[in-house]
């Protein structure tokens, strides 16, 4: 089967899906301020929203907490968008688990990270993502993140977890184009990109989407973006890739993320910009940095103080 007459098992997750925060007040997750961020994105055109993610803030929340926000995240969309519910861990039965239980919810997807800190082999990594896939009947993204997993999914796993009846996609965030290039080139699954600096050259070579942080504040543009790159139209896409590029470098470059999103949504008057500990806020130097990014982006309007 030929690159151009395969099709992509993970076609209809296409498109912008944004992994959104976990808003906190006072050290609890805020309810109504979640459901106001599922709304802002709704109302953008958001194609799937992802909740408890990293962005999400996943490995502060306890269990309940995990559960609850994907529940309430599902119980909003109302059939509005797809869920791509963030439910990986390092342990297999957990990921089994919490899967389990957002697919019972509602969800229409589940990232899955690959598991941290362990550092399983190959095998190990086929045989856990082989095992979620074949619990729950709804699709799996494969999670490809080294940088904060310590460990990097190689192409040749990829390509034999492709096999795997209910594997869909993966979120590809190695900052590899050839490992895009080889996992589109050689498998059905629909790639979709992990760094928003990084869309439009990943789906120039056939992935198909973004899961965003940047979407959180500018979901639009974001799909301006995507939309110009999936039509076909690269002088569109690339004038928007050199728009966003600035803001996706300056403000995720000042910290480790979701640190300087939150700050930025608080700006904007969107969130609280509360952190649960290990994540720390900014410096006041890094902050002035970030007011400086919103300003040349052209946010100074939305700026609250």
């Known amino acids: 089967m030929t690159f151009e007459t395969r ?8 498109g912008l899906s944004v992994a959104i925060v976990t808003p906190f007040t006072d ?23 992802v909740p408890v993610g990293t962005t999400g803030e996943s490995p502060t929340l306890s269990h309940d907490e995990h559960e609850k926000v994907i529940a309430e995240v599902i119980q909003c969309v109302a059939g509005r968008a797809k869920v791509m519910a963030g439910t990986g861990s390092n342990s297999t039965a957990e990921a089994l688990r919490l899967t389990k239980r957002a697919a019972a919810e509602g969800a229409d997807a589940t990232l899955q990270v690959a598991p941290y800190y362990n550092k399983p082999t190959q095998e190990g990594f086929y045989q856990h993502f082989k095992a979620v896939a074949e619990a729950v009947d709804i699709p799996v993204c494969v999670y490809n993140i080294p940088g904060r997993c310590g460990k990097e999914i190689d192409v040749e796993t990829i390509q034999r977890l492709a096999e795997v ?3 869909t996609m993966v979120k590809e965030a190695t900052g590899k184009l050839d490992q895009c290039s080889a996992i589109v080139g050689t498998t059905d699954l629909t790639v979709l990109s992990g760094d928003d600096s990084l869309t439009l050259p990943m789906m120039s070579v056939g992935a198909e989407g973004i899961v965003s942080v ?16 999936a039509s076909g139209d690269f002088a569109k896409a690339m004038a928007m890739h050199h728009k966003l590029f600035a803001l996706c470098q300056n403000m995720l470059g000042l910290s480790t993320n979701p640190i300087p999103l939150k700050a930025a949504m608080m700006m904007v ?7 649960r500990l290990p994540m720390t806020t900014l410096d006041d130097a890094s902050m002035e940095k970030l007011k400086e990014t919103l300003f040349a982006y052209g946010m100074n309007s939305a700026l609250v103080n």
């Open 7 to 14: 099709p992509r098992k993970g076609s209809d997750f296409a």
């Open 269 to 275: 008057g969107r969130d609280s910009g509360e952190l």
């Open 27 to 49: 050290g609890e997750v805020n309810y109504p301020r979640l459901k106001e961020q599922v709304e802002f994105q709704l109302e953008a055109g958001t194609r799937c929203i």
């Open 214 to 229: 940047v979407g959180n504040l500018v979901p639009r543009d974001m799909i301006e973006l995507v939309n110009a790159a």
């Open 165 to 167: 009846d209910g594997i």
